[in-house]
């Protein structure tokens, strides 16, 4: 069982910058492939990013490449998400989610709450 709380979020201007965060817990997250999706109003939930249980791979969207960068500290049980030149359109609640297999197409089992991101214009 892996539990998931996201933070980090808030309201900033278009073109500002957010650092969201994700603690996991359990003693296996490095065996998680992570990922990072969003939810506007009224929308789908959308795939934003993904990383490799160690990191050496990431996989982001085409919409936030060049702008939003994936990491994690799998000493600290945690994963990021820093979002540059942010745009209200991303105006969404943001979730992080755990999930096993290759991370091109993991199956994701666990979820977090959300935290949610506010882009003024």
């Known amino acids: 069982q892996v539990q998931l709380v996201e933070s980090g979020g808030g309201l900033v201007q278009a073109g500002g910058s957010l650092r969201l965060s994700c603690a996991a817990s359990?003693?296996?997250?490095?065996?998680?492939?992570m990922g990072w999706f969003r939810q506007a109003p009224g929308k789908e939930r959308e795939f934003v990013a993904a990383?490799?249980?160690?990191?050496?791979?990431?996989v982001l969207a085409a919409s936030v490449k060049g702008r939003f960068t994936i990491s994690r500290d799998n000493a600290k049980n945690t994963v990021y998400l820093q979002m540059n030149s942010l745009k209200p359109e991303e105006t969404a609640v943001y979730y992080c989610?755990?999930?096993?297999?290759?991370?091109?197409?993991?199956?994701?089992?666990?979820w977090g709450q959300g935290t949610q991101v506010t882009v003024s214009s």
């Open positions: 359990g003693r296996t997250f490095s065996g998680y492939v």
């Open positions: 990383i490799s249980t160690s990191g050496g791979s990431t």
């Open positions: 989610a755990a999930g096993r297999g290759s991370i091109s197409r993991p199956t994701y089992d666990y």
